[in-house]
């Protein structure tokens, strides 16, 4: 288990600030927060890559000990991957894996090489070195090298900025696998919430260098306590009922005959896995709801919320 207790970072001015909050064992965690909440440097200082101003970070009731004090800072158990990606520039993609897998007999090695050569789609330029690596190609690279390394914590901070969908899917199930194996504590900070949905299982919300909330993803998608929250998650929807502002997803609504409210079709976009249909309000707010055939027959609606 890791635990934050009253940890706080400190420049100029408070980065973070009161963070006390616990990583259970075996668990997918999600971070969100706008830009400068002090999320990355929450994942330095969980790795141990930062120093903290006060406070103290525990591994497995074990005080971890940032750089100011550790020869080589960081330790083998818990791999941060960010947007430095940590690689050895002059070394090939190949070689950036076999470093990490060195210990393990020589058959092992080759086949572990090549199990994450294909995750990340690598094998094509395996002779490569890194330093002229893209940077999407850099990005998945450093991941693979931290799953060489067979941490029982990995930390990603942004890691799919620079991937395709088909990929991102592909990294992501691979993840949640390894998570059920091997009970690795998985903790992801995006910047789009949506690619969270399904794949972590409790949410911690940043916002000011402070947790204002910790709660199950479900939950923090379904009921956001305001817009700007549940901006963080994806689309929402506000609308003015009876007087009072209701935040509902695009799925959250029913069609009906009569009582609800009025909505006027727009048009409708089909993704290939959903079509998104856009309405305007009787006060001319736009809207968007989801559906499986496209909606422009539909003149009323209710909100049927699912939490």
């Not at 900070?189 to 690619?195: A, E, T």
């Amino acid at each position: 288990m890791l635990k934050l207790i009253n940890v706080g970072l400190k420049y100029d001015d408070w980065v973070l600030k009161g963070i006390s909050t616990e990583f259970e064992s075996s668990q997918i965690y999600g971070i969100v927060g706008q830009s400068g909440a002090g999320k990355t440097s929450l994942l330095k200082i969980i790795s141990a890559f930062q120093d903290v101003t006060e406070g103290d970070v525990l591994f497995n009731e074990e005080k971890l000990i940032g750089p100011n004090q550790k020869l080589v800072p960081g330790y083998d158990d818990i791999q941060l991957v960010n947007q430095d990606f940590a690689l050895e520039p002059y070394h090939t993609v190949e070689q950036n894996i076999r470093e990490k897998v060195l210990s393990r007999p020589k058959e092992v090695q080759v086949e572990l090489i090549n199990e994450y050569l294909d995750l990340v789609e690598l094998n094509g330029i395996r002779q490569r070195k890194a330093i002229i690596l893209s940077g999407g190609e850099k990005q998945r690279l450093a991941i693979a090298r931290a799953l060489a390394n067979e941490p029982r914590v990995l930390l990603l901070d942004e890691p799919f900025v620079h991937l395709d969908q088909r990929l991102k899917y592909k990294i992501l199930n691979y993840l949640k696998e390894l998570n059920r194996i091997q009970g690795t504590t998985i903790v992801i900070v995006s910047h789009d919430g949506v690619d969270l949905m399904g794949f972590a299982s409790q949410i911690i919300y940043l916002k000011d260098g402070r947790v204002k909330r910790n709660d199950l993803v479900s939950t923090f998608y379904y009921q956001p306590k305001d817009i700007s929250e549940a901006e963080l998650m994806g689309q929402i929807n506000a609308v003015e009922v009876s007087g009072e502002i209701k935040l509902f997803r695009p799925n959250e609504y029913r069609v009906v005959e009569s009582n609800g409210f009025e909505v006027q079709f727009i048009k409708s976009l089909d993704t290939g896995f959903v079509v998104l249909n856009y309405f305007k309000t009787k006060d001319h707010k736009e809207i968007l709801l989801s559906s499986l055939k496209p909606l422009e027959g539909v003149k009323r609606i209710v909100i049927d919320k699912i939490l």
